[in-house]
C-alpha cells in the first residue's frame, strides 16, 4: 500500500508534526516524472521547514489565546477545502494546503516564503555535468591517496557518462579533460616515487593501476590540444563547461589536420592530429571484434589514401588496407579472385611507394610506435624502419591462390585462367626478393632480418622446382621483364632475351642459388624444404646420380617420420621422383626398390598430398592445407605402371627359376604376385581394359618366353606418353624384355636341355651373341645354373650331376607325395580318438548331464 494513504488526514487535529510527516510521505509517491536527486533536494527542505515550525510552536506556546484563535481559524480554513483557486492533481503535495494558509483564498504569504528557499528546476543538460563533476571531485579524492581501485571504479561509471554527450548536443565536457590531467599528474608523479617508495602493490591493485594509465594514455592521445590549453589556465578553460570552445574558432584547415585553430599564449597555433590518423587507429583497435563492417573500412582506407601528403600517411594506409582485405576473407575457404588481384596491386604499389622513397624501410624488425601518428624517426644511417612484414602478404597471396585452386574443377577452363595468375605471383615474389635483398646485407642473412629475405626465397623456390626448364625459363624472362633494367639480383644474374637460348644449365643454376641461401638458416625447416625441393628438380630433370647422392647425403632419410606432415609429403613426393627418375634411365631394380613403399600403399593420395581416399572423414581446415592443386600432382597410374612394370622384370624369371619361389620369404614385394594370382584365378579372362590389365597378361607371355607379345603388350599402354621421350623409353624396355626372356627360357627348360645353342638363342630373342653371352656368363657367374660355355661349339652345355635341381614334373610328383603323407597322418589320428573326437565326447556329456537333470 503506498504512503500516501498509510495515514489519514484528521481535520480536527491540527497537529503540525503529523501535517509534515504526512508531506514527506507524500513527497515519496510524488510525480513519476521527477528524478532521485530531486526528492533528495525536497527532502532536505522538509527538513528545515520543520525544524522552523518547531521554533514557532514554542513561541505559540506562550501566547495561548492567540495559539487557540490560530487553530479556530485554521479549523475554518480547513472546512473550506473545496472553495478557493483552481488547484492541479498534485496539489496535496504543498505545505500551504494542509495548514490551510490565505494562499488557497488568493492572499500570498509573504511572512511564510521569506524564510524559505525556493527549489530551483535544473535542465537534463545542468544534471548531466553536476554528475560528471561529482565523478571528477571524487576521482581526485581518491588520487591524493592513490586509491587505485576506487579510481578505476568511478572512472569506468565517468566514461559510460561521457560517452552520452552526443545526446544532450555538446561537445566533450571539460570537466572530463580535467579529470584526464588529474590522473595524467598523478600516474607521472607515482611513476616517479615508485623507485624510492617501499610500498607493493596487491595483485587486485596493480592490475586496477595498467588498466587506469592505458585507458588514460588513450583517451590524452584524442584530446591533447584541450589537455595543453588547460594545462595553461584551468581556471578560463573551466569558466563553461557546457563546450570545447577554445580561445579561436576552428578553421577549415583543421578538417585537413594542419592545426587545430587554438592557439598558444605568443599566438603560436596548436597543431592538431588528422583525421586521417584518427581513423587509422579507430581500424586498428577494431580488428578482431565482432560486428565491425570491413567493406566500410576498405572503402575509408581508400579515400583517405587519396588524401594522403607523405609517404608514411600512404604506406601505413596500405600496410592497413592489405591486413583488413586479408580479415575479410580469413574465415573463407578461398579469397576471391578480383579481391585477390586488388590485393597484388595494392602491394605492388608498396613496393613502388618504397623504391621512390629508399629512406622508408618495412620490416618485422622495426620497433612499434606509441602512437601511429608519430613518424618513426630515422636511425643512424638515416633509415625510417616501419613496422610490417611484406614477405608475410607474399605468404598469405600464395596460399589464397592454392586454395582456390583446390576449390576449382582441374579440367575446367575456369581452372587454367586461375592459373595464369601465378606468373604475376612469381612477379612479385621476385621484386620483394629484389627489396629484401637491398635492405639486408648480406652479413645478416643468419639473423633474424635474415628470415624474411629466406621466407621469399623459398615460396620462389617452391613455385618451380616442380616445373620443366623450359616453364622455368619463360616465367623467368616475363618476370624480370616487368623489373627494371639497370636492377638486378644478388643471389643469380638476371635473365635477359639477349642472352639467346637458355637451358638446363640455366635452371639448375637458379635451383643451386636459391637452395644455398636456405641452406645458411638456422632454422631446419628451411634447410630440408630446400634439399628436398632440390632433389625433386635434379630427378625430373633425369640427373638420378645427383639426386641419389644428396638424398644419402641429407639422411632425411632416418628422421623424416618425426618430421610434420607437410615435410613427409615433401619426401613422399621426391623419393616417388627419384624412383621414376631411374625408371626412365633403366635402372630397374632401383626404380622398384624406390617405388615399392607408395605404389603398394592404399593411401597414395594422403602420402602425396593429393586428396583422401573416399571411405574417409571430411577434412579438416588444417589437412586441406597439406594439399596440392592439381597441377602439382604426381600421375598415380603413371607411378602404379612403372613400379609394376620393373616387377614384372625383376620377378618372372624368378618365379621360373624357383618352383616354390610363392614361399620364399625373401622375395621383395608381394603385391605384384597378388594381382597376378588374383588374375590368373579368374575363370573368364576378356581383353586387357587397363594399364594393370596389360601388365599382367604380358608377364603371363614373359613367363611363356614371348618376348614379342609382352613388347607389344606394354607398347599399347597408353600411360607412357606422360613421358618427355617415349621412343627412347619404349626402346629401353623392350630391350629389357629380350634380356629377362632369356633368363626365363633358361630357367624354365635347363631340366630338359643339356646343350643349347648360343646362336639360336641370338636368333630367337634377336641379341647379338656378345650378348647372349655376357647374360649366360652372369647366370653362371652367380651360380644360377650349373653349365659352362663352350667356345669351340658355341653352346651352352648343362652339368648333369645327382645334385642338379628336379624338373618341373618331380617337384609335382614330390608336392603330391608330401600331400599323401598328411592325409595318413589325419586319418590316424582320427581312428585314434584324435582331438576332435575328444571334443565331441565332451559335447555329449555335457548334453547327458542337461537331460539328468531335467
Known amino acids: 500500500m503506498s504512503h500516501f494513504f ?70 475554518d480554513d480547513d472546512s473550506d477545502d473545496s472553495f478557493g483557486r483552481k488547484r492541479g492533481r498534485s496539489y496535496f503535495l504543498k505545505k500551504d494546503f494542509a495548514k490551510g494558509s490565505s494562499r488557497r483564498n488568493g492572499s500570498d504569504s509573504d511572512s511564510e516564503s521569506e524564510g524559505e528557499e525556493k527549489r530551483v528546476v535544473k535542465s537534463a543538460k545542468d544534471k548531466y555535468l553536476d554528475e560528471i563533476a561529482e565523478l571528477v571531485d571524487q576521482i581526485e579524492n581518491y588520487s591524493m591517496v592513490e586509491e587505485w581501485i576506487s579510481i578505476g571504479t568511478q572512472f569506468d561509471l565517468l566514461l559510460k557518462l561521457v560517452s552520452k554527450y552526443p545526446q544532450h548536443h555538446i561537445s566533450v565536457p571539460r570537466q572530463f579533460v580535467r579529470c584526464l590531467a588529474i590522473l595524467q599528474d598523478v600516474l607521472d608523479q607515482y611513476k616517479a616515487n615508485q623507485k624510492e617508495s617501499k610500498k607493493k602493490l596487491n595483485a587486485t591493485e596493480s592490475k586496477s593501476l595498467n588498466v587506469i594509465r592505458q585507458r588514460v594514455k588513450k583517451y590524452v592521445k584524442e584530446y591533447p590540444v584541450e589537455l595543453s590549453v588547460y594545462n595553461k589556465d584551468p581556471d578560463s578553460f573551466l569558466a563553461d563547461d557546457g563546450e570545447i570552445s577554445l580561445s579561436v574558432t576552428p578553421s577549415v584547415d583543421n578538417f585537413g589536420g594542419k592545426f587545430s585553430g587554438a592557439s598558444t599564449a605568443d599566438g603560436t597555433p596548436i597543431p592538431a592530429e588528422k583525421d586521417l590518423f584518427n581513423a587509422l587507429r579507430t581500424i586498428i583497435e577494431s580488428r578482431g571484434k565482432r560486428n565491425v563492417d570491413q567493406k566500410e573500412q576498405l572503402i575509408i582506407l581508400r579515400k583517405y589514401f587519396g588524401e594522403a601528403e607523405t609517404p608514411y600517411e600512404q604506406i601505413s594506409i596500405i600496410l592497413l588496407q592489405i591486413s583488413v582485405r586479408f580479415d575479410l576473407y580469413s574465415k573463407a575457404n578461398y579469397m576471391p579472385s578480383d579481391q585477390w588481384k586488388v590485393t597484388l596491386q595494392d602491394i605492388v604499389k608498396l613496393l613502388d611507394i618504397l623504391d621512390s622513397n629508399r629512406k622508408y624501410v618495412i620490416t ?47 579440367h575446367s577452363t575456369e581452372y587454367i585462367v586461375r592459373l595464369r595468375d601465378e606468373s604475376t605471383l612469381y612477379t612479385l615474389l621476385l621484386r620483394s626478393q629484389l627489396y629484401y635483398e637491398r635492405i639486408i646485407p648480406e652479413s645478416e642473412l643468419t639473423e633474424i632480418q635474415g628470415g624474411q629475405l629466406s621466407r621469399v626465397v623459398l615460396k620462389r623456390l617452391e613455385s618451380i622446382y616442380y616445373k620443366p626448364t623450359k616453364l622455368i625459363i619463360f616465367s623467368e624472362m616475363k618476370a624480370w621483364s616487368a623489373v627494371d633494367v639497370e636492377r638486378n639480383s ?53 640427373q638420378y646420380y645427383k639426386a641419389r647422392d644428396m638424398l644419402l647425403l641429407s639422411h632425411l632419410q632416418s628422421s623424416i617420420h618425426t618430421a610434420d606432415p607437410q615435410l613427409q609429403i615433401h619426401f613422399n613426393r621426391a623419393l616417388v621422383q627419384l624412383g621414376l627418375s631411374a625408371f626412365r634411365r633403366g635402372l630397374i631394380h632401383e626404380a622398384q626398390q624406390l617405388l615399392q613403399e607408395v605404389a603398394i600403399s592404399p593411401r597414395q593420395k594422403e602420402l602425396l598430398g593429393q586428396g583422401v581416399q573416399r571411405f574417409q572423414m571430411q577434412q579438416s581446415q588444417v589437412d586441406k592445407q597439406r594439399l596440392l592443386p592439381f597441377h602439382m600432382h604426381i600421375n598415380l597410374e603413371l607411378l602404379e605402371c612403372s613400379f609394376y612394370v620393373a616387377s614384372l622384370l625383376i620377378e618372372v624369371p624368378l618365379m621360373a627359376q624357383y618352383a616354390d619361389y610363392a614361399k620364399r620369404r625373401q622375395s621383395s614385394p608381394k603385391a605384384f604376385r597378388r594381382v597376378l594370382e588374383y588374375r590368373e584365378r579368374q575363370v573368364f579372362d576378356g581383353p586387357p581394359e587397363n594399364a594393370r590389365d596389360h601388365i599382367m597378361l604380358a608377364a603371363r607371355a614373359l613367363g611363356n618366353c614371348d618376348w614379342k607379345k609382352t613388347a607389344q603388350l ?10 618427355k621421350d617415349v621412343e627412347a623409353i619404349k626402346k629401353m624396355i623392350t630391350g629389357k624384355l629380350q634380356i629377362e626372356a632369356l633368363r626365363t627360357f633358361i630357367f624354365k627348360n635347363r631340366p630338359y636341355f643339356s646343350k643349347c645353342s648360343i646362336s639360336n638363342l641370338s636368333e630367337v630373342f634377336e641379341l647379338e651373341e656378345s650378348k647372349v653371352r655376357s647374360v649366360l656368363a652372369n647366370l653362371i657367374r652367380n651360380d644360377d645354373i650349373n653349365a659352362y660355355i663352350n667356345l669351340k661349339t658355341n653352346t651352352l652345355d648343362f652339368v648333369q650331376n645327382e645334385e642338379s635341381k628336379p624338373n618341373k614334373l618331380q617337384e609335382l610328383v614330390l608336392s603330391l607325395g608330401e600331400k599323401c603323407n598328411q592325409i595318413i597322418e589325419r586319418n590316424e589320428k582320427l581312428s585314434m580318438g584324435g582331438y576332435q573326437i575328444q571334443l565331441d565326447t565332451k559335447k555329449l556329456g555335457q548334453n547327458r548331464s542337461y537331460q539328468n537333470r531335467k
Open 6 to 75: 498509510s495515514v489519514t488526514y484528521d481535520a480536527d487535529s491540527s497537529d503540525e508534526e503529523n501535517l509534515v510527516s504526512s508531506d514527506e510521505e507524500l513527497l515519496y509517491t510524488s510525480e513519476e516524472g521527477s528524478s532521485g536527486e530531486e526528492l533528495l533536494e525536497e527532502e532536505e527542505e522538509q527538513e528545515k521547514k520543520k525544524q522552523e515550525k518547531e521554533e514557532k510552536e514554542q513561541i505559540q506556546a506562550g501566547n495561548g489565546e492567540e495559539g487557540e484563535n490560530n487553530d479556530g481559524d485554521d479549523d
Open 364 to 410: 618485422e624488425t622495426a620497433a612499434v610506435p606509441d602512437d601511429i601518428a608519430n613518424e618513426p624517426k630515422p636511425n643512424d644511417k638515416g633509415v625510417i624502419e616501419i613496422v610490417g612484414s611484406i614477405a608475410s602478404f607474399v605468404e598469405r597471396l600464395a596460399d589464397e591462390i592454392s586454395s582456390h585452386l583446390l576449390v576449382l574443377d582441374p
Open 490 to 542: 644478388e643471389i643469380y644474374p638476371r635473365l635477359s632475351a639477349d642472352a639467346g637460348p637458355q637451358g638446363l644449365d640455366y635452371t639448375n643454376g637458379l635451383i643451386d642459388s636459391l637452395c644455398s641461401v636456405l641452406y645458411r638458416q638456422s632454422n631446419s625447416i628451411f634447410r630440408k624444404k630446400s634439399v628436398l625441393c632440390h632433389i625433386y628438380n635434379y630427378a625430373l630433370n633425369d
Open 714 to 723: 606394354l607398347e599399347n599402354i597408353k600411360i607412357w606418353g606422360l613421358f
